[in-house]
């Protein structure tokens, strides 16, 4: 089993939305509600910023803006975040039944990793999204994921919130599902992902492998 990290394990979405705050307030602006900041938890300081100052990658203030907030969301990143409801329980049950987990994200180690071990998820492997050369939507990082953990990616489910996690689970030969509890992203319609499963709550994991 391997998982997304932001918008599947862990609901992150109000630390990287005050993140983004934080900036617009230093330069005079309004803080935003932390609803329009939500769907686009998933893609992190992209996301954030997009709604923040209406910027993306390749705009010239985009990088100095994006070195700004990952400071300042490294400061307040164990502030609020915690897992979602039920995901605990249904990790719990994966152990019992002797599946190995893992978890896959576009989170830097920098972040994934302390924060992971904050929360005492327990995965046996993080890849964060710069382990490997590549991070998703190229399966480079649920293959290595796969290989940390000594499974055949073909006996691998991955779940995630976002399209690109189905695009990398499949590009990586891997059984896809959606976290449709998640961040999901705007507009998000997911039954056109072409995902294996969709999963409404995280017990809905355990009934799809048969587990108690």
């Not at 998982?3 to 005050?18: C, E, N, V, W």
């Not at 996301?47 to 390749?58: D, N, R, T």
């Not at 002797?98 to 998820?121: C, D, H, Q, Y």
């Not at 990082?141 to 499949?170: I, Q, T």
Request: glycine share 12%; net charge negative; aromatic share 8%.
């Amino acid at each position: 089993m391997l998982f997304d990290l932001d918008g599947t394990l862990i609901d992150s979405a109000r630390d990287l939305g005050r993140a983004a705050n934080a900036m617009r307030e230093t330069r005079g602006l309004p803080p935003l509600p932390f609803a329009q900041y939500r769907p686009h938890g998933g893609s992190g300081a992209r996301g954030m910023l997009s709604q923040a100052f209406a910027v993306a990658p390749g705009q010239p203030c985009y990088d100095d803006l994006k070195r700004e907030f990952l400071d300042r969301y490294e400061g307040l990143m164990y502030d609020s975040t915690e897992p979602f409801p039920g995901i605990l329980v249904a990790l719990s049950g994966l152990v019992e039944a002797g599946l190995a987990w893992g978890i896959v994200t576009n989170k830097a180690e920098r972040f994934a990793l302390p924060l992971t071990a904050s929360l005492r998820l327990g995965a046996a492997v993080v890849v964060g999204g710069d382990t490997t050369v590549h991070a998703k939507p190229h399966p480079a990082p649920l293959l290595e994921a796969a290989r940390r953990l000594g499974v055949a990616p073909a006996a691998c489910l991955y779940v995630g919130d976002d399209e690109r996690d189905v695009v990398a689970g499949r590009a990586a030969g891997m059984a896809t599902a959606v976290a449709a509890w998640g961040y999901l992203g705007p507009q998000a319609r997911y039954v056109d992902w072409r995902a294996d499963a969709a999963l409404n709550s995280p017990g809905d994991l355990l009934k799809l492998l048969g587990l108690p």
